[in-house]
């Protein structure tokens, strides 16, 4: 997965282990898997492993399951070793739930993988079913049906390239398919309704986190993040530079602190620091609104800042002092020097991608840049450039460069 593939999601607050194992042993689709298995006992089963056709009848009748939910309750009871199928196709009683945890985790990978068979009835709702439970753990107070239906419908037509035709239809029909899934997600114990508004159960906040982040992405837990609120603005600079912090703890770390404090401080790190800790502490101060405008309007005094606290203002539509072609050269080396700061190695065309088609225009004037760095960003461009006209004007440029009074 690419840097710009992962999605940063708010700090959660996780149940106590005991609290959540409690909770998955009585959701209503772990309790039915028990039961099916109970009753399953030692029994033949098909060639595909399944109960035979007049079993299936027989557990629906007998326990008073829905149909349409045994298969998913098979898969369940078999995967989660609540049931052994042997090879010689029989069923038998397996070594059960050890892990409750871990049980639960397995329970929620097998109804998502269901989507691609078809899972809550509705082809749309299951295409975006993560999306959807991914939206929902971002709002932890509930989300309203109608939104989430207008959020689905919108990722149909931008994500899918939905024609108006299907588009229309879908406004009718989505709200009560809808409905369906969000009754089987609660079935499966991931989700609770209450009046218009849904959202996650606690053992399904930890599942989705869980799937957030085997896919890459940044789902940091409360617990997690709440020692970086009390840090300096270098030490938690550098935890994000080194890896040990991450965007959401940022956040969090602006939470505790007035806007005009929270500025000042992640100021003084970029005029005095490096060009690392400078990008870091200006992505910070993106997350900042108008209410920092006066500590960031003092840091156009800054040599090291002023350009940034230029850009920042004038984003915000507020009086800044106007950036030339030159200015735009300074940025291009400060941003490019971040890698030399890093130390990570630079081996791929992806760590050039952030200046985009602009480079080859830019290289020249970075060699007129005032900027420490100067020099070193266009041998690095030479050396590392895989475009081999950006590799050579970088090089032709670092000479002149070299050989300036």
Same mark, same amino acid.
């Given at each position: 997965?690419?840097?710009?593939?992962?999605?940063?999601?708010?700090?959660?607050?996780?149940?106590?282990?005991?609290?959540?194992?409690?909770?998955?042993?009585?959701?209503?689709?772990?309790?039915?898997?028990?039961?099916? !298995?109970? =009753? %399953?006992?030692?029994?033949?089963?098909?060639?595909?492993?399944?109960?035979?056709?007049?079993? #299936?009848?027989? #557990?629906?009748?007998?326990?008073? *399951?829905?149909? #349409?939910?045994?298969?998913?309750?098979?898969?369940?009871?078999?995967?989660?070793?609540?049931?052994?199928?042997? /090879?010689?196709?029989?069923?038998?009683?397996?070594?059960?739930? %050890?892990?409750?945890?871990?049980?639960?985790?397995?329970?929620?990978?097998?109804?998502?993988?269901?989507?691609?068979?078809?899972?809550?009835?509705?082809?749309?709702?299951?295409?975006? *079913?993560?999306?959807?439970?991914?939206?929902?753990?971002?709002?932890?107070?509930?989300?309203?049906?109608?939104?989430?239906?207008?959020?689905?419908?919108?990722?149909?037509?931008?994500?899918?390239?939905?024609?108006?035709?299907?588009?229309?239809?879908?406004?009718?029909?989505?709200?009560?398919?809808?409905?369906?899934?969000? #009754?089987?997600?609660?079935?499966?114990?991931?989700?609770?309704?209450?009046?218009?508004?849904?959202?996650?159960?606690?053992?399904?906040? =930890?599942?989705?986190?869980?799937?957030?982040?085997?896919?890459?992405?940044?789902?940091?837990?409360?617990?997690?993040?709440?020692?970086?609120?009390?840090?300096?603005?270098?030490?938690?600079?550098?935890?994000?530079?080194?890896?040990? !912090?991450?965007?959401?703890?940022?956040?969090?770390?602006?939470?505790?602190?007035? /806007?005009?404090?929270?500025? @000042?401080?992640?100021?003084?790190?970029?005029?005095?620091?490096?060009?690392?800790?400078?990008?870091?502490?200006?992505?910070?101060?993106?997350?900042?609104?108008?209410?920092?405008?006066?500590?960031?309007?003092?840091?156009?005094?800054?040599?090291?800042? =002023?350009?940034?606290?230029?850009? =920042?203002?004038?984003?915000?539509?507020?009086?800044? /002092?106007?950036?030339?072609?030159?200015?735009?050269?300074?940025?291009?080396?400060? %941003?490019?020097?971040?890698?030399?700061?890093?130390?990570?190695?630079?081996?791929?065309?992806?760590?050039?991608?952030?200046?985009?088609?602009?480079?080859?225009?830019?290289?020249?004037?970075?060699?007129?840049?005032?900027?420490?760095?100067?020099?070193?960003?266009?041998?690095?461009?030479?050396?590392?450039?895989?475009?081999? *006209?950006?590799?050579?004007?970088? @090089?032709?440029?670092?000479?002149?460069?070299?050989?300036?009074?």
């Amino acid at each position: 997965m690419a840097d710009s593939d992962v999605l940063t999601f708010p700090p959660v607050e996780l149940a106590p282990d005991e609290e959540l194992a409690r909770v998955v042993r009585d959701a209503p689709i772990v309790r039915d898997a028990v039961r099916l !298995a109970g =009753w %399953t006992g030692v029994r033949e089963v098909t060639g595909q492993g399944l109960l035979t056709d007049g079993d #299936a009848r027989a #557990a629906v009748t007998e326990l008073g *399951l829905d149909p #349409a939910r045994l298969r998913l309750l098979w898969v369940v009871a078999v995967n989660g070793r609540l049931l052994d199928v042997t /090879p010689g196709k029989t069923a038998r009683p397996g070594p059960g739930m %050890t892990d409750p945890m871990e049980f639960w985790d397995g329970v929620v990978m097998d109804v998502l993988d269901r989507t691609e068979e078809g899972l809550t009835g509705s082809r749309v709702v299951d295409e975006h *079913l993560t999306e959807i439970l991914a939206t929902i753990y971002s709002v932890r107070e509930g989300m309203p049906m109608a939104n989430l239906a207008g959020g689905i419908l919108q990722a149909h037509e931008v994500g899918c390239g939905a024609q108006q035709s299907e588009l229309r239809r879908l406004r009718m029909t989505l709200p009560g398919e809808l409905a369906e899934a969000m #009754a089987l997600l609660e079935y499966c114990g991931l989700i609770e309704l209450t009046a218009d508004l849904v959202r996650l159960t606690e053992p399904g906040v =930890w599942a989705v986190r869980r799937d957030l982040l085997r896919e890459g992405h940044d789902a940091p837990s409360l617990g997690e993040i709440a020692a970086f609120a009390g840090h300096t603005a270098g030490e938690l600079i550098e935890a994000m530079l080194t890896g040990r !912090a991450s965007a959401s703890a940022a956040t969090l770390w602006l939470e505790r602190r007035a /806007p005009e404090d929270a500025a @000042r401080e992640l100021i003084k790190i970029a005029s005095s620091g490096n060009a690392a800790q400078r990008g870091t502490a200006g992505t910070i101060l993106e997350e900042l609104g108008p209410e920092a405008e006066q500590a960031v309007r003092e840091a156009l005094g800054e040599p090291m800042m =002023w350009r940034y606290a230029a850009a =920042w203002l004038g984003v915000r539509d507020l009086d800044a /002092p106007a950036l030339g072609e030159g200015d735009g050269a300074w940025v291009a080396v400060d %941003t490019l020097a971040a890698l030399l700061y890093l130390g990570a190695p630079i081996d791929s065309v992806a760590h050039f991608d952030i200046l985009g088609e602009d480079l080859l225009t830019l290289v020249p004037e970075m060699g007129r840049a005032d900027h420490p760095d100067a020099l070193a960003v266009l041998e690095m461009l030479g050396r590392h450039h895989p475009d081999p *006209l950006i590799a050579k004007t970088a @090089r032709k440029t670092a000479m002149k460069v070299r050989s300036r009074p």
